[in-house]
Antibody, heavy 124, light 108 residues
């Protein structure tokens, strides 16, 4: 059973960089049927996709976040990470890591495994 | 830009059928996925590729598609089904992921 666990600071100052790590257990981050994703939910709002990464390094990010997002993979630690630059109060949210499965039919099978989420508050 | 539109809220009585719609404004329509989100819990994938149900999801949850509208149907709604439901899809290139705004299902 795949398990994902987010970790990182719960409080970040405005204009600084938010850094989170997701540790994957029960499976390999180099799985060929897996993309690894970050998704967030601001208080009182809906889910927002941040970006995906494949273990070979290909990344896809939400255009609304422009170039502030960096997602990377550390295969030696079975982890992937998120860096979000120049944060503001609008980046305060519950941040989830998730696995996006690549279905055997050749298309996405959905975000089928999620971490429990970690709350990040941006405040001075 | 690509958008998925959901009704903000749906209310049903226990035992009734709840239908939550998700309308895509981009053609061709890509597959839609549905997630259940309860307070304090991570989202759960309920339906994938419009109408397929992951193992462990009760049979009362089903999905259907007609044109650019996809519907999540919950037959015989139970109190435990009260939650926020989000649809999700990808753009035509299969590169960018989008979530709908979410629908709060209230079981009266």
């Amino acid at each position: 059973q795949l398990q994902l666990q987010e970790s990182g600071p719960g409080l970040v100052k405005p204009s600084e960089t938010l850094s989170l790590t997701c540790t994957v257990s029960g499976g390999s981050i180099s799985s060929t049927i897996s993309y690894w994703a970050w998704i967030r939910q601001p208080p009182g709002k809906g889910l927002e996709w941040i970006g995906n990464i494949y273990y070979r390094g290909a990344t896809y990010n939400n255009p609304s976040l422009k170039s502030r997002v960096t997602i990377s993979v550390d295969m030696s630690k079975n982890q992937f990470s998120l860096k979000l630059d120049s944060v503001s109060a609008a980046d305060t949210a519950l941040y989830y890591c998730a696995r996006l499965r690549w279905d055997s039919s050749g298309w996405y099978g959905g975000f089928d495994y999620w971490g429990q989420g970690t709350l990040v508050t941006v405040s001075s | 830009s690509f958008e998925l539109t959901q009704p903000p809220s749906v209310s049903v009585s226990p035992g009734q059928t709840a239908r939550i719609t998700c309308s895509a404004d981009e053609l061709p329509k890509q597959f839609v996925y549905w997630y259940q989100r309860k307070p304090g819990q991570a989202p759960i994938l309920m339906i994938y590729k419009d109408n397929e149900r992951p193992s462990g999801i009760p049979e009362r949850f089903s999905g259907s598609s007609s044109g650019t509208t996809v519907t999540l149907t919950i037959s015989g709604v139970q109190a435990e089904d009260e939650a926020n439901y989000y649809c999700q899809s990808v753009d035509t290139s299969g590169t960018y992921v989008l979530f709908g705004g979410g629908t709060k299902l209230t079981v009266l």
